[in-house]
């Protein structure tokens, strides 16, 4: 069998994403490799596809139990047996997993580092007994100092390539910077690896930051819009994930708690209930997530700063690993920073304090940006990217600029007064006229002491990052970073240059991204019945299929169990346990709604997704379709002539609308247009049921369409 046989037969999908092919190539040759991959982007499949064309056992060592038990399911649903020795299990449960892995009926072996070369541990011993194939180490980058989860247990894991030199290694994380990269091969000693950097972007993640003011109003303004979808809130501290999820609670919202201070069973329970969607919001601390395979998050919230980017990234990455629209939103304020120094200096290690003083500066600057976020992630995992990624807050925001030549001017001053030997907030409490005693009182009787009072301090935050990013201040990188004036500030000081300040309030953004046009009602069907598929395997819903694979069914209505396998998602084994539920609520819908498949349409998709990177016109297909038309056979003379169905010939019409060959009067009757056109534009043209359900039985759902492509052509 070829990667790309088991590839279909087993997760359903015909190409591989990113570099997995290769990958995957280089395992089975039997050389080493280190693969940074984001989150969602397909790691996993790296060395589990490999795990079921090698003729042995593969070992998989993971942090946490809860990811553990999520992959074994996730792995035994698709086909593929797989198994984890952890504490969770008594003796015989143990004993039996042994017995099957003497008998070569498990290909992957789920572990922690710690139960593999523990003083007492005898699994190594056993282990080497078998016929071992393939080590693979998730989430590699906790061996390192210098990542952003160090977990001292991971060095254990150099022991490896002693006990087993032979076998080839494939290291997997989804952040690390070059220091990290290069101490992860190291530590794990890989044997000349292959390296393997994926793109870092993760498109259908919209990224905001906004200003930590009425913080809790400003959620659950934010949480209003995601009533129905599970996310997840990360706070700093244990308590304020506790005080969080009750408040969220005394609001309507089902919220729970997770931090590392809870009792075994009580995190335990709390994941389960997020992972079944029995509890839709998660507020925790950074112990929760890793690992965390639940394909339907779509948003993840940061209510306090992160320590750093690479976590920062890796949390919001738990969002839409289905690839469907999701968001990222980081309330942030220069109090957080200050706080956040304190937990970054390592005692006793001046090098490691610096490193992560510097890494914790590096996040508060995005924080801070006025230029593309998306692009600095990118520019971070040294990956170029664009000035604008369209779907940042800051990219899809008009700025409002104003005169602040003055406000400039007081703080140069300040700076100034100061003999430049202060950091950002000590110049702030100056200007504000702050009464703490950590203001001396000599710099209370300066001239420039509260001439800035009308100004809050997060305001204030902004205004001198502004300042910054203007070269008209700059800070020092020391441990105790301070304010200086820069060549450029003479001449605004001496008021012979203006300055111009981006407006921090009153603007308005959008985060919205496309998705297909879709029956509505038909998904709540299906997202109903994989509740129940669940409930009887008892494993989380998202691991039957996932929302994206849903999707799919809701907007291209496979009729049959062939039709159904061209749906992502659906291998051999899934599509003989679960086809037949989905597709009998798939027709019972297409029946009572008058619907047909539009399965073609999904190849006509696929092909014009490449095309459109090339900017060229319609399909071949559509074409055909459109050129019978203009010779005068109608709808159904040309489905009947081309063997698909009226639905499909009238998407194909849809596109020489959008593209302005075709006239919409063609499809829709010039009385009709005002009609269809004003509930478009009242609730969207995303769901065609509830268009369909407002316009009556007058309307037919290829006149909506065709209204649709119209006003895309018209926008």
Same mark, same amino acid.
């Given at each position: 069998?070829?990667?790309?046989?088991?590839?279909?037969?087993?997760?359903?999908?015909?190409?591989?994403?990113?570099?997995?092919?290769?990958?995957?190539?280089?395992?089975?040759?039997?050389?080493?490799?280190?693969?940074?991959?984001? /989150?969602?982007?397909?790691?996993?499949?790296?060395?589990?596809?490999?795990?079921?064309?090698?003729?042995?056992?593969?070992?998989?060592?993971?942090?946490?139990?809860?990811?553990?038990?999520?992959?074994?399911?996730?792995?035994?649903?698709?086909?593929?047996?797989?198994?984890?020795?952890?504490?969770?299990?008594?003796?015989?449960?143990?004993?039996?997993?042994?017995?099957?892995?003497?008998?070569?009926?498990?290909?992957?072996?789920?572990?922690?580092?710690?139960?593999?070369?523990?003083? +007492?541990?005898?699994?190594?011993?056993?282990?080497?007994? &078998?016929?071992?194939?393939?080590?693979?180490?998730?989430?590699?980058?906790?061996?390192?100092?210098?990542?952003?989860?160090?977990?001292?247990?991971?060095?254990?894991?150099?022991?490896?390539?002693? +006990?087993?030199?032979?076998?080839?290694?494939?290291?997997?994380?989804?952040?690390?910077?070059?220091?990290?990269?290069?101490?992860?091969?190291?530590?794990?000693?890989?044997?000349?690896?292959?390296?393997?950097?994926?793109?870092?972007?993760?498109?259908?993640?919209?990224?905001?930051?906004?200003?930590?003011?009425?913080?809790?109003?400003?959620?659950?303004?934010?949480?209003?819009?995601?009533?129905?979808?599970?996310?997840?809130?990360?706070?700093?501290?244990?308590?304020?994930?506790?005080?969080?999820?009750?408040?969220?609670?005394?609001?309507?919202?089902?919220?729970?708690?997770?931090?590392?201070?809870?009792?075994?069973?009580?995190?335990?329970?709390?994941?389960?209930?997020?992972?079944?969607?029995?509890?839709?919001?998660?507020?925790?601390?950074?112990?929760?997530?890793?690992?965390?395979?639940?394909?339907?998050?779509?948003?993840?919230?940061?209510?306090?700063?992160?320590?750093?980017?690479?976590?920062?990234?890796?949390?919001?990455? *738990?969002?839409?690993?289905?690839?469907?629209?999701?968001?990222?939103?980081?309330?942030?304020?220069?109090?957080?920073?200050?706080?956040?120094?304190?937990?970054?200096?390592?005692?006793?290690?001046?090098?490691?304090?610096?490193?992560?003083?510097?890494?914790?500066?590096?996040?508060?600057?995005?924080?801070?940006?006025?230029?593309? *976020?998306?692009?600095? &992630?990118?520019?971070?995992?040294?990956?170029?990217?664009?000035?604008?990624?369209?779907?940042?807050?800051?990219?899809?925001?008009?700025?409002?600029?104003?005169?602040?030549?003055?406000?400039?001017?007081?703080?140069?001053?300040?700076? #100034?007064?100061?003999?430049?030997?202060?950091?950002?907030?000590?110049?702030?409490?100056?200007?504000?006229?702050?009464?703490?005693?950590?203001?001396?009182?000599?710099?209370?009787?300066?001239?420039?002491?509260?001439?800035?009072?009308?100004?809050?301090?997060?305001?204030?935050?902004?205004?001198?990052?502004?300042?910054?990013?203007?070269?008209?201040?700059?800070?020092?990188?020391?441990?105790?970073?301070?304010?200086?004036?820069?060549?450029?500030?003479?001449? #605004?000081?001496?008021?012979?240059?203006? #300055?111009?300040?981006?407006?921090?309030?009153?603007?308005?953004?959008? /985060?919205?991204?496309? #998705?297909?046009?879709?029956?509505?009602?038909?998904?709540?069907?299906?997202?109903?019945?994989?509740?129940?598929?669940?409930?009887?395997?008892?494993?989380?819903?998202?691991?039957?299929?996932?929302?994206?694979?849903?999707?799919?069914?809701?907007?291209?209505?496979?009729?049959?169990?062939?039709?159904?396998?061209?749906?992502?998602?659906?291998?051999?084994?899934?599509?003989?346990?679960?086809?037949?539920?989905?597709?009998?609520?798939?027709?019972?819908?297409?029946?009572?709604?008058?619907?047909?498949?539009?399965?073609?349409?999904?190849?006509?998709?696929?092909?014009?997704?490449?095309?459109?990177?090339?900017?060229?016109?319609? /399909?071949?297909?559509?074409?055909?379709?459109?050129?019978?038309?203009?010779?005068?056979?109608?709808?159904?003379?040309?489905?009947?002539?081309?063997?698909?169905?009226?639905?499909?010939?009238?998407?194909?019409?849809?596109?020489?609308?959008?593209?302005?060959?075709?006239?919409?009067?063609?499809?829709?009757?010039?009385?009709?247009?005002?009609?269809?056109?004003?509930?478009? +534009?009242?609730?969207?043209?995303?769901?065609?049921?509830?268009?369909?359900?407002?316009?009556?039985?007058?309307?037919?759902?290829?006149?909506?369409?065709?209204?649709?492509?119209?006003?895309?052509?018209?926008?």
């Amino acid at each position: 069998m070829t990667p790309s046989e088991a590839l279909h037969k087993y997760y359903g999908y015909t190409k591989f994403r990113h570099q997995q092919e290769a990958i995957i190539q280089q395992v089975l040759s039997g050389g080493d490799a280190l693969v940074l991959m984001p /989150t969602g982007g397909g790691k996993s499949l790296c060395y589990q596809l490999p795990a079921v064309l090698l003729p042995g056992l593969t070992i998989v060592i993971s942090p946490l139990i809860a990811l553990m038990k999520d992959q074994v399911d996730s792995l035994n649903l698709t086909g593929i047996p797989a198994a984890y020795l952890n504490s969770t299990q008594n003796s015989g449960e143990q004993q039996n997993i042994i017995s099957r892995l003497k008998s070569g009926k498990i290909k992957l072996l789920y572990l922690a580092p710690e139960r593999l070369f523990s003083s +007492e541990s005898r699994l190594v011993s056993f282990l080497k007994s &078998l016929t071992v194939s393939l080590i693979a180490i998730d989430e590699a980058h906790c061996i390192s100092h210098w990542g952003h989860d160090f977990r001292p247990e991971y060095l254990m894991l150099a022991h490896f390539k002693t +006990e087993f030199p032979l076998i080839p290694v494939i290291a997997l994380t989804a952040t690390a910077d070059k220091l990290t990269q290069q101490d992860i091969k190291d530590k794990l000693a890989l044997h000349n690896p292959a390296e393997f950097v994926s793109s870092f972007n993760r498109p259908n993640i919209s990224y905001t930051v906004a200003p930590k003011k009425n913080s809790f109003d400003q959620l659950l303004k934010f949480l209003d819009k995601h009533k129905d979808d599970s996310g997840i809130i990360y706070c700093l501290s244990r308590q304020g994930t506790e005080d969080l999820a009750a408040n969220l609670r005394a609001q309507g919202y089902q919220a729970d708690a997770y931090h590392a201070g809870l009792t075994v069973e009580t995190k335990s329970r709390n994941q389960d209930k997020f992972l079944r969607d029995e509890v839709k919001i998660m507020v925790a601390t950074i112990a929760f997530g890793m690992g965390i395979n639940k394909s339907n998050v779509r948003y993840v919230v940061h209510y306090d700063l992160p320590k750093n980017i690479e976590g920062y990234y890796q949390e919001t990455g *738990r969002a839409g690993r289905d690839g469907l629209p999701s968001e990222a939103l980081l309330f942030f304020s220069a109090g957080d920073v200050f706080k956040l120094q304190g937990f970054a200096r390592v005692e006793g290690n001046e090098e490691q304090s610096r490193i992560m003083l510097k890494k914790l500066d590096d996040m508060a600057k995005y924080c801070k940006l006025q230029t593309c *976020r998306r692009q600095y &992630l990118m520019h971070y995992f040294n990956e170029p990217f664009p000035d604008n990624c369209g779907s940042c807050d800051v990219c899809l925001t008009e700025f409002k600029k104003f005169d602040g030549t003055i406000l400039a001017q007081k703080a140069l001053s300040a700076v #100034v007064r100061l003999n430049q030997r202060f950091g950002t907030n000590y110049v702030i409490d100056l200007l504000r006229g702050s009464r703490s005693e950590k203001i001396r009182e000599e710099h209370k009787r300066l001239k420039t002491y509260g001439i800035g009072k009308d100004v809050s301090k997060a305001d204030w935050q902004l205004y001198i990052a502004q300042l910054v990013t203007q070269g008209l201040l700059q800070v020092t990188e020391d441990d105790y970073p301070v304010l200086k004036l820069t060549p450029a500030s003479d001449a #605004v000081l001496k008021g012979q240059q203006t #300055v111009e300040f981006i407006l921090v309030e009153n603007v308005e953004t959008s /985060t919205e991204i496309q #998705v297909p046009i879709y029956e509505a009602g038909l998904l709540q069907d299906l997202k109903s019945i994989r509740y129940n598929l669940a409930m009887g395997e008892n494993v989380p819903a998202y691991l039957i299929v996932s929302d994206a694979t849903l999707l799919e069914i809701a907007t291209y209505l496979p009729q049959t169990p062939n039709e159904l396998s061209r749906i992502s998602g659906f291998g051999e084994v899934k599509l003989v346990r679960y086809g037949d539920a989905f597709l009998q609520a798939t027709l019972a819908y297409c029946h009572q709604h008058n619907l047909k498949s539009l399965i073609d349409a999904k190849q006509v998709k696929r092909a014009s997704k490449s095309r459109a990177a090339k900017a060229s016109g319609p /399909t071949a297909t559509q074409r055909e379709s459109f050129d019978l038309y203009r010779a005068g056979l109608s709808i159904s003379d040309i489905a009947k002539q081309r063997n698909l169905s009226p639905t499909t010939v009238e998407s194909h019409l849809c596109n020489f609308i959008q593209s302005g060959e075709m006239n919409v009067s063609e499809l829709v009757a010039s009385e009709k247009m005002p009609a269809i056109k004003d509930a478009i +534009e009242s609730y969207g043209a995303d769901r065609l049921s509830p268009l369909k359900e407002i316009l009556g039985e007058g309307y037919t759902y290829a006149e909506i369409k065709a209204v649709v492509s119209w006003m895309k052509r018209e926008d």
